[in-house]
């Protein structure tokens, strides 16, 4: 199995962990991940890191379509492969939310179905170059004719060659979405994936992948789990509360969470319910307190080395291709390329 480096995006400051990326580098990792929310961008950070690796794959875990253009998202992703020497960059791209949608980036939430599908396709276009980018879609379309277009818009060819086959993930988790992510992307970065629940979500990426005429050998599915080594397996899933009470409670809407759905289809409904109540109402200590342990556990690898080690076998037999390690101190990240019996890079 690849294994794969989350740094997430900022906080307060943008501090990025070079010497940490070096060393999954040199342990072997397949590639190193990047996101954004409505601080910290998701490419810049990769363009600063392929100066400072050789190998690594560099990916955008995810970029929100709404931020960009699919003409100038390409634009981007193609300026950090060629930056990086070619055959690095991963494109992973999402929705996001409503909230962030229209809130932050002043852009229609539309039907994010068809939105994500004329989205990758104008990706392709521009990426392949066969002729000049046109495109009619339900959700977006090239050249613009809408309201407030003047008729002048051309259908134009990137002066940059570029990667005709660079890859395009999606960030999915509902049935439409993951069975459209199977049909016309290279991969698939799943929300709230755990051993548990993947039985679920095959069917769905079996029958986007048959629609397109695709083999399960040909798409990479990379999930991601917390780690944490200690002695302390209650503690370790104490401090994991919080950010999953944020995300579960209040980072969406009430009527529009997609991380609260993602809890209630894992088996989790009333904690769900109960979660987003309490955050809500501005109890979030009360909501972080009412995060299930066997929850926070399922998504995570936590405790003594032997437990993790015991517990990642239910990754690798799960179907996965790759897991993204959340975490990463130097004892953790070498656990977890002896657990999956990585090579290490001169």
């Known amino acids: 199995m690849k ?66 253009t699919p003409a100038n998202a390409a634009m981007a992703m193609a ?20 909230q962030i949608v229209e809130g932050w980036y002043g852009q229609p939430w539309g039907k994010p179905y068809y939105r994500l ?16 980018v046109a495109h009619e879609g339900r959700e977006i379309s090239l050249p613009y004719t809408g309201e407030g277009s003047v008729g002048l818009g051309k259908p134009l060819r990137s002066i940059l060659h570029m990667n005709p086959d660079l890859p395009i993930w999606m960030g999915t ?21 755990v051993p548990e629940n993947m039985p679920m979500y095959q069917p769905w990426v079996r029958e986007g992948l ?23 397996v209650k503690a370790a899933l104490d401090e994991l509360k919080p950010n999953i009470a944020l995300y579960v409670g ?6 529009k969470n997609f991380h609260k759905e993602m809890m209630i289809r894992r088996g989790f409904g009333e904690a769900a ?6 955050y809500l109402n501005h109890y979030k200590d009360e909501a972080i307190a009412a995060v299930p342990d066997e929850f926070v556990d399922q998504g995570a690898l936590v405790g003594p080395k032997d437990r993790i080690k015991n517990r ?9 291709t790759g897991l993204t390690v959340r975490g990463g101190s130097e004892a953790e990240l070498r656990l977890m390329a002896e657990c999956a019996e990585l090579r290490p890079v001169a």
């Open 312 to 320: 990642f076998r239910a990754w690798h037999d799960s179907g996965i």
């Open 79 to 98: 300026t950090l492969d060629a930056l990086a020497g070619g055959n690095r960059v991963i494109c992973g791209v999402g929705v996001s939310g409503p």
């Open 173 to 193: 988790g509902m049935e439409g979405t993951v069975k459209l992510t199977a049909r016309i992307a290279d991969g698939w970065l799943p929300l709230g994936l």
């Open 250 to 255: 209040g980072m969406g809407h009430q009527t």
């Open 210 to 232: 048959d629609q397109a005429g695709k083999r399960l050998e040909d798409f990479e599915i990379q999930a991601s789990a917390h780690v944490r080594l200690t002695e302390d």
């Open 117 to 132: 599908r004329d989205y990758v396709t104008i990706m392709r276009k521009v990426f392949k170059r066969e002729a000049p």
């Open 273 to 278: 319910e109960r979660i987003q109540e309490l």
């Open 3 to 68: 294994l794969g480096l989350s740094l997430g995006y900022s906080g307060r400051h943008l501090r990025l962990p070079v010497e940490q990326v070096q060393l999954a580098e040199q342990l072997g990792y397949d590639s190193v991940w990047t996101a954004e929310a409505y601080g910290s961008d998701a490419i810049t950070p990769l363009a600063f890191l392929a100066a400072h690796t050789k190998r690594i794959r560099l990916g955008t875990g995810i970029i929100q379509l709404a931020a960009r």
